[in-house]
């Protein structure tokens, strides 16, 4: 049945606890303000408190105005409807077609999108082929390190359902990728000397010949993949350039979610019915600058100035300005469904002190300083986390120092990317190759950062250490000259005696030319979460009664994540939530 705007925001208020601010009008914005143009006031009334701030209603829990009925030209019914063409949406929409479901997808793209590629998987068959031991049992130490860096804060339900059918699910993408064309690479682990976060080769990309770097372009190749198989194989419609606007709840917002109401191209509107189930999979909301602020204050307030805040592109891939808006989100909301337990969602940042081996899951092994010329940390740890050290220090600004003889402490580097047995051409380099390109970086000077009008990163190279920090432009320079010499120190009597750096990769920094970088900001791509979501991937209300008809999967899962997106397990986003959990809901709607 249709529902009128009191329908609407009644479930609105339940899904948020929250109603208008006594004596006040508007929505909040993203400054706190009463609405987007609301003028400062120093009137009492005016201040927040804990009261004010809990009665009031974001701009982001106000639906539209329902569709009047004569408006909507067509409806189409399925068994299924799925909004989102990602890599989560279409690998939901194969596996339910695959075994016999009536599905259609919904997205507001004009093509099946993704961005990145790595996709993390636990025993797959690709990794017992390349002699990789790696199963449930053996990834128990990782996975407790992960849970406990988001201090438990997340559905461990869900985590187990990944882990324990990662392999099937992985297989299965496999077959239906190489049916395709598309070849599999797996990626390096991480090999931690403390072994905290140490991890085998766990990523599995898909790449072709037009397009061999599958660890950073993979995805989108394997969500049209899906594309191509759900419409050609299947049969399956896919109606693109078609934004969902609204859900339909049955029984006064307080039933089953029974339907769409989306746009088509020509801008008529059409009800999309779903006999069974509709399935959410829009993306995540780094887009909409009072979800930013609400539910990702941290990230917000660092990256809000490098977001383009008023455009959106559902086309976008891997993109570092914000990514979708947050649409299934507020859908979610609109019909009563509660937010994830978990505040503040998990962002995904990256962006270490650049330094000589400087890759997605390795950071610089080696000597890095804060502005006064001091060490700052203990510099061996991955990039997300060098990331989020660096975001801690005065001007966001790192710099890292090394040596040339430091590209001699391996035989070869493997780069982001590289995969084991290096079927995709990317070779690793050796120390003459890692120099060249040290060499390329100090040429460029300055190289601006992903998506961001304040990050970048500066290259330098001297013959002396003292010419060297002459160049560092904004360091403490004498400061600095000592922290090198005493790091020097602990490196030759192998104990470092302020960071505490394992003995097995504490290098001396003495052999010229001598090479450094500064490093300013770092890179926000998306932001983890969303709506209450159970391990079966029912969206939930505040009691956690699951909303019968209405489910939820990809990066938009509520409480998967928590603290921050760490790359820990690399691939873990696209391997998890896009793909074995969104791979085991279409196989479980397909039974209803």
Request: aromatic content about 10%; hydrophobic content about 40%.
């Amino acid at each position: 049945m249709d529902i009128n705007r009191r329908d609407f925001l009644a479930g609105a208020g339940a899904a948020a606890g929250m109603a208008a601010i006594a004596g006040a009008s508007g929505a909040l914005a993203a400054d706190g303000s009463k609405a987007a143009d609301a003028k400062a006031s120093a009137a009492p009334s005016d201040v927040m408190t804990a009261d004010a701030y809990a009665k009031a209603t974001w701009s982001f829990m106000v639906p539209p105005e329902p569709v009047p009925d004569d408006q909507i030209t067509q409806t189409k019914t399925h068994d299924i409807v799925i909004v989102g063409a990602g890599m989560a949406g279409m690998c939901c929409a194969v596996a339910a077609a695959e075994k016999g479901a009536d599905v259609i997808v919904v997205t507001a793209s004009s093509t099946a999108i993704s961005r990145g590629g790595s996709n993390h998987a636990i025993g797959s068959k690709y990794q017992i082929e390349k002699g990789i031991e790696y199963n449930p049992e053996l990834a128990r130490k990782i996975v407790k390190s992960e849970q406990t860096a988001g201090t438990y804060l997340m559905d461990k339900k869900k985590w187990e359902r990944w882990i324990n059918h990662s392999a099937e699910s992985i297989d299965w993408t496999i077959d239906l990728m190489e049916g395709r064309g598309l070849k599999c690479s797996l990626e390096p682990g991480f090999p931690d000397p403390d072994g905290i976060i140490d991890v085998p080769p766990a990523s599995h990309n898909f790449y072709n010949d037009e397009q061999p770097f599958g660890a950073l372009f993979g995805a989108p190749l394997e969500a049209r993949a899906y594309a191509d198989i759900f419409t050609e194989d299947y049969g399956g419609e896919i109606d693109y350039n078609t934004v969902a606007k609204y859900l339909v709840r049955d029984d006064d917002n307080t039933g089953r979610v029974s339907a769409v109401i989306a746009q088509d191209p020509d801008g008529a509107y059409v009800r999309y019915a779903a006999n069974k189930a509709v399935v959410l999979a829009t993306g995540d909301f780094s887009k909409d600058r009072d979800l930013m602020a609400r539910y990702c204050p941290f990230a917000y307030k660092i990256f809000k100035d490098d977001i383009t805040w008023d455009t959106v592109n559902y086309d976008t891939e891997l993109a570092y300005d914000g990514l979708m808006p947050g649409d299934g989100q507020k859908m979610g909301l609109w019909v009563g469904a509660a937010w994830q337990k978990i505040e503040p969602c998990a962002p995904m940042i990256n962006g270490g002190s650049a330094g000589p081996a400087h890759g997605v899951i390795s950071n610089f092994w080696g000597l890095n300083m804060d502005i006064h010329g001091e060490r700052y940390m203990n510099e061996v740890t991955n990039f997300a986390y060098g990331a989020m050290a660096k975001l801690m220090l005065p001007q966001q600004t790192a710099f890292a120092v090394w040596d040339t003889n430091y590209a001699y402490t391996q035989d070869e580097w493997e780069a982001f990317g590289c995969s084991v047995g290096y079927e995709n051409g990317i070779m690793p380099s050796t120390p003459e190759e890692l120099i060249a390109g040290w060499d390329a970086n100090v040429e460029k000077g300055r190289v601006q950062g992903l998506g961001s009008a304040s990050a970048y990163t500066e290259y330098y190279k001297a013959d002396t250490i003292e010419e060297l920090v002459e160049q560092m432009d904004g360091i403490n320079k004498e400061q600095a000259l000592a922290t090198i010499k005493r790091y020097n120190e602990y490196a030759k009597n192998g104990l470092d005696e302020e960071y505490h750096v394992n003995p097995e990769v504490l290098y001396p920094i003495e052999t010229g030319p001598f090479y450094a970088t500064k490093s300013v900001g770092s890179t926000f791509l998306t932001v983890c979460g969303g709506l209450r979501t159970n391990e079966k991937m029912q969206v939930c209300e505040e009691d956690d009664t699951p909303i019968e008809g209405l489910y939820n999967t990809g990066i938009m899962t509520g409480d998967f994540y928590a603290n921050s997106y760490n790359f820990v397990m690399p691939g873990q986003n696209l391997g998890a939530v896009c793909g074995t959990l969104s791979y085991l809901l279409g196989r479980d709607l397909a039974k209803l």
